[in-house]
């Protein structure tokens, strides 16, 4: 049964971490602005945005999630975060209890890499000043290649007798040591054949099985990197060095403080905020747009006033949003996650009892966010458990097989049938 999609958040100490992890989720993840606040990892459920099933068909009305939400056609589903104890270069050796921390990370199908790039901390998370951050993203990564590297190499001796005794192959030998890391069979092979290795496993030396575990960690861990803290002026020339040296589908800028202050700000009706959007509504808007009332929201003073012009000007007018909300969609792009929506009626979209008698009206109560090149038949499992299936429909009631692979647009409404075919 495919597990739920868990990202990881990693990074040095006071990097912003858990700040982030607040901004994502109503969790609150302990911050501080000294190193090691977190110790153990906290696990917290953000939300990812995608255009739901129900735009397809105009039913935005009617689209009533059982978990998240949804805003004409665009919905937020939940989606399980671990926000991880500050690694420090040496972690791989146990620097700074980093061995245990790796350990944390084990079951992550993505990271986000925060990175503190107003370069106002050191490579321990200490106060400083003109740190260079790209320096970090550099480390950090060797860390974790060292981390995985170490764990096989305890081992290679034995692992390589083993392979001989048994006759086995390269993909199930290495597999057995990666399933811990929550690999599967296709991954480790994806990552033999991209770099196309010729000997034999029992001849590797050094430097083939370091880039085979690089390589690895490229499938396993596919990792955003936020570049947070863009609400300090000295972030600028950091972020266009580090734009010149990584790809750019990889980086995403965030001010992970300045999306607490703004939904603080919200829920406490002195301001109208969508989570990531790149307009604040003030009560003055409102006056201004002609509404006596400023549409209910509390005045600010001037020093509230204040913060909120210069959040305007240094994060919102600069950069688009806060960058948070893009943190998740990109982990989510890179993993290529598929929302499949399953519905009880394939008729109505409906769900629960009645629905195939016209129901509540309510539509695409349920979905689930799974990886790519997940069949029907797991996403049957993963929901229904195991339940025995009779069939499967999609979208005009067409019968689908269990082994059809779901992708957007493409086999992601179903209508499980259970019971004997
Ligand atoms: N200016 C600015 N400061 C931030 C931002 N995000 C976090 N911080 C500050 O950075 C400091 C560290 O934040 P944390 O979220 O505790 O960092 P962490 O990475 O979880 O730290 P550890 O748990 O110690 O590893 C705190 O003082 C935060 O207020 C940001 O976007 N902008
Ligand atoms: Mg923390």
Redesign the pocket.
Known sequence: MPRDPLIG?V?????????????LTDAT???????????DPQRAVGYLRIPCACARFNLQSRCAPNYGSCTDGLRSVPIELL?V??LVPGAHLGRGLGNRFLDDLRHADALVH?V?V?G??DEE?KATRGYDPSRDIVWLRGEIVRWIQGNLMEKWGSIKRRHVAIKSNAVDTLQNQFSGYGSTTQVVARCLDRIGIKERLEHWSDETIEKVVNAFTDEKFPTVIAL?????PDADKNIAKIAKQQPPESLVL???????FLRKLAKQGFILYTEGSDQITTREDLIEDGDPTGGGLKEMDEKLKNRIENLKDMVLFRFGS?GVVEVLSRAASLLGLVPVFSVRSIATFGSGSGATAGGDGKVFRDCVLVKKGTTVGEVYRKVMGDAPLAYVETVGGVRVSDEDVVAVGKNDILSFKVGRA
Not at 18 to 23: A, F, G, Q
Not at 254 to 260: D, V, Y
């Open positions: 958040l990074g040095k100490p006071s990097s912003g971490k858990s700040t982030m992890l607040n901004s993840s302990k911050v501080g602005n000294f190193p090691f606040t977190t110790i926000d104890a500050g925060v503190d107003s106002s901390t998370g947070n803290k863009i609400d300090n965030t001010s992970a403080i300045s999306e607490i806060t």
